[in-house]
């Protein structure tokens, strides 16, 4: 009995600290080992349980929630390669600076690396992809080890949350019997400090005045500045940024991410065709700028990221809350400050000029890369470009467009512009991979409402387990399957000059017909077959629950030409104008 | 053209020496940073170039033809998250000493840390849980890094393979223009040493002869000693262990994975039934022995790891080749030494005694266990237990039966009794999981024939993905769809006396309909209602090409209680018997 008595007292003392810490979420994979936490959890009037069988697609889950509420939330486990099926999301969680707390059910000590069923050594499990790790003190119920086990608890929320946010793990070592006694009426009852054993109170990277007013003084001897914002998710940003960009008459190249392209703020300075007219040489001599600014990760565009790199003759500042490096052209000065407070720092000493011709420029060659990329819509074959004006004209004021990874968030930057609708973007732009794509915006779904996902087939297979959430949850979800059955990008790069062997390699086709998968998961499937029927069913499935998915199939070497011929087209018009030729 | 010479050459070098090596399949997610050695790989005219979109699933199928052929298979996927898709395969083929030859390519060093899209922290990504790990240097053709590409490669083959063998993981930099030159003739002509650049002749453990001499003495005065096979894949270890056994008059304990239960070797001295007579006090005094010498990892038989730890006082030795530690019980004497060999060794000095009566009354208790096990085939219900008989009786010679975790392999130990059929039996026992069962068992299908999967319905969903396989390569899989709707095993442990979230933590019942799932890889869906049925199914299906499902519907709270009533029927009657009762 004593052994049930330390075990509770120590995990319902770390259970309740983590509901003071604010945690609401937490996302479950069945299994033994992890019986006290997982018993006592469910037990929490103030926390909701979400149960995941596949331990994969449960870390993405948890992922797309703490990326919807900005605030951490908690994964469960058992032993062994149980948590060795989070690391993709916990890689996704580090690089894309989302708050997890990934706690993992352990052997005890006597048990490890003594070839005892279902051990594996999961001390440092995740390596460098985790902002701390603690291997947990075994339970135990005196004062000292319950303030321990609060304060770990407090620290690690902490340390997730503070700039650069990320996922923290810690490793429980628990030893049998394993269920807890949760009959107590006074279970999450605290002894001292009820409503939060330790605090924590983390300021933001701030520069002195004296720093701010020198860095206002070199931008506003610029003539020729730019802002680019890349992915970055500052409720407050928009505004600030917005401000500031007036301030300085910079236009700002805003990455789909940025959160810039849509919403209640003035898009008067916002630059969103860049991707297109930055492919022509003659485009990036006349918009050569003399400073750049740069706010959050690298963009999803590349030839902005070429842009970056080819105009490294002139200053560029990476400002970053989050301490980080992010520059793969060598090339920034760092400024480690929180991206708002620069702003709102720097537009105080900035004198506001009445000339602007730079900017105009850049305003002028955007509206006409806009109006000529317009084009696409005479297509009558479904189109994957055509699908991105089509749904940014159908998506409703304040839903989530959740972005796959590969061509749907670049065909996103090339076709998705500047809109007064709230639309709140989001993708997996951490690491940028194909998996968890699924998890993640259910995750999300669950959190903001409506929600709206666009995925390629090969990223819709790689998750398809994530699915179960949908069923099991009766959360709401509406994906646009672009299916081109294989790699679409691939057409893209030079491999596609190589034929032999392209399509065992990168084409991968898989000739799926995912309606059955849909089937099995209680969802609604349209195949779409003309732009008509497209908005029919997307206006349809508007007030759908469950799940809803709009399959569109494309071809890839069709698609490919299509992108080309209108990127050639728009970069001949953008050229003549350029030239003076009418 | 000097970086794609370099490139080249350095990469056909590599794979070159590869093949020398004896790899002859290799796994390949697609991706674009690995486009060298994948565009390389599949010019070699004698590497088998299998495709798997899901990283999960490729690591978990080259798992299984890696346990089939026991040597090294190769897989290789991109930079970021789908590198980290194989942590649980590698994890697993670390405990379960299973040859991986891991590549993942990676962006340059320039691109690291630095934002740069899809550039994780590749460098150690996989921990402790691989036995080597190389950052490659970047591509060069100059003799001396061609020498050192072949050298390497070389080298992690013969580190994947001796004993105990395992995953090596080496990451390769590669800077773009990614695509290699394969129109040259002679890509793969080696100059020097053409068949193997290096050679690794690796001993086996072996004791003295004076220690073989002194440690058969010991076992020799033993009259109650026990032999303990866990699982243990080396084909001439049944005959070997045989003879020992039948000089030293020992019973051998022999878990389903140890293939001593089926096969064409003696099976006089294989107890069988332990895990149903070793949970009856009355039985394990009377067949308390005096040693014990175990051979193998742990069994699966929880029964025979408590009967293990009770015997503390007696000497035990765990023979091991491989040099681990296994042993939770921290009782052993432990002796590295390879097992086949040992047997060999210790036999030549024993002397074979006429009278046998420990070995006698192991036998007895097996055989009476087993007539009373029996039993269950009465039922005419579907039955989890019943089915394992059924199965026994119905598998054809030579097959392979590949088995999942939680409860198949706990029946499989119950009910599954000797045969003078050879069956393979497999499982993925190093670290437990119920992930990545489905890809083992095609990877293993896609080598041995005819191939038999039984798994649960949270093990069948947790890797549906990988089914994927069966439909781009035709492999011809059999599976035994057990469903309970649920964690079965759960109802088992004591977690099940608080019935308050029973359900929602450990039952998860998931209500899938696996028909879909199975239409959408083309497989035929069988639901069986009846044990009439599931024979003319069973024989329906032998000659199959492609998928084929079974799924028996059971129940897991009759389930468990069936196994309940009927261990306790068969203790009563044993402790009758041991108490001379008729």
């Given at each position: 009995m004593e052994h049930q008595e330390n075990l509770t007292a120590y995990v319902a003392a770390f259970v309740a600290e983590l509901v003071n810490t604010g945690v609401r979420d937490v996302v479950i994979s069945p299994g033994s080992r992890s019986t006290p936490i997982a018993m006592v959890m469910a037990e929490h009037p103030d926390l909701r349980v979400h149960i995941h069988i596949d331990e994969r697609s449960a870390a993405f889950f948890a992922l797309g929630i703490a990326k919807s509420l900005r605030k951490p939330v908690a994964v469960l486990c058992t032993s062994g390669t149980a948590a060795a099926n989070y690391y993709p999301a916990i890689i996704e969680a580090y690089y894309s600076r989302v708050p997890l707390i990934v706690l993992t059910a352990d052997r005890p000590h006597e048990l490890?690396?003594?070839?005892?069923?279902?051990?594996?050594?999961?001390?440092?499990?995740?390596g460098k992809h985790v902002k701390w790790f603690v291997e947990m003190a075994p339970p135990e119920k005196t004062d000292e080890m319950i303030r321990y086990a609060r304060s770990v608890c407090a620290r690690a929320a902490a340390i997730a949350l503070r700039s650069p946010s990320g996922p923290v793990h810690l490793n429980f070592p628990f030893r049998e019997p394993?269920?807890?006694?949760?009959?107590?009426?006074?279970?999450?009852?605290?002894?001292?400090?009820?409503?939060?054993y330790v605090s924590v109170e983390t300021g933001k990277l701030a520069l002195s005045e004296e720093k701010y007013e020198e860095l206002a003084g070199i931008l506003s001897r610029s003539d020729k500045g730019i802002i680019v914002c890349g992915p970055l998710d500052d409720e407050f940003f928009a505004e600030n940024i917005t401000k500031l960009a007036s301030a300085l008459n910079f236009p700002i190249l805003a990455d789909?991410?940025?959160?810039?392209?849509?919403?209640?703020?003035?898009?008067?300075?916002?630059?969103?065709a860049y991707d297109t007219f930055l492919r022509n040489s003659d485009c990036k001599k006349a918009l050569k700028p003399d400073i750049i600014i740069r706010f959050g990760?690298?963009?999803?565009?590349k030839a902005l990221s070429n842009f970056i790199k080819e105009n490294i003759d002139i200053p560029q500042f990476v400002i970053d809350g989050g301490a980080g490096w992010r520059d793969p052209a060598a090339a920034a000065y760092m400024i480690h400050c929180n991206e708002t407070e620069f702003c709102k720092s720097i537009a105080k000493y900035v004198e506001k000029k009445n000339q602007h011709p730079f900017l105009d420029k850049w305003l002028e060659i955007n509206d006409l890369t806009k109006t000529k990329l317009?084009?696409?819509?005479?297509?009558e074959e479904l189109s994957e470009g055509k699908l991105i004006y089509q749904l940014s004209d159908l998506i409703p004021d304040g839903a989530t467009l959740f972005v796959g990874n590969s061509m749907p968030i670049r065909d996103l930057d090339t076709f998705f512009h500047v809109t007064d609708k709230s639309i709140r973007i989001m993708a997996?732009?951490?690491?940028?991979?194909?998996?968890g794509i699924i998890s993640t915006a259910i995750g999300a779904a669950s959190v903001l409402q409506p929600l709206y996902l666009i995925v390629g087939d090969l990223t819709f297979f790689h998750?398809?387990?994530?699915l179960l959430a949908v069923k099991l949850y009766n959360i709401n979800i509406k994906i646009l399957l672009v299916n081109n059955?294989?790699?679409?990008?691939?057409?893209?790069?030079?491999?596609?000059?190589?034929?032999?062997n392209f399509e065992l390699l990168?084409?991968?086709?898989?000739?799926?017909?995912f309606e059955h998968a849909v089937r099995m998961y209680n969802g609604k499937f349209d195949k779409i077959t003309s732009w008509d029927q497209f908005k029919s069913s997307f206006l349809k499935n508007m007030?759908?629950?469950?799940l809803s998915v709009m399959e569109i199939s494309t071809a890839r070497d069709r698609n490919v030409l299509e992108h080309r011929e209108l990127w050639n087209y728009v970069s001949r018009e953008i050229s003549n104008k350029l030239n003076g030729v009418s």
């Open positions: 490890r690396d003594a070839g005892a069923p279902q051990a594996i050594d999961q001390i440092h499990l995740f394993l269920v807890p006694n949760i009959g107590k009426e006074d279970l999450f009852d605290l002894n001292v400090r009820p409503d939060g789909p991410l940025s959160q810039l392209r849509s919403g209640k703020h003035s898009k008067d300075f916002i630059i969103d990760a690298m963009p999803v565009s317009s084009k696409i819509n005479e297509t997996n732009r951490g690491a940028n991979g194909i998996d998750d398809l387990n994530g059955n294989g790699g679409g990008i691939f057409s893209f790069l030079p491999q596609a000059s190589e034929p032999k990168f084409g991968t086709p898989i000739d799926l017909n007030d759908n629950c469950g």
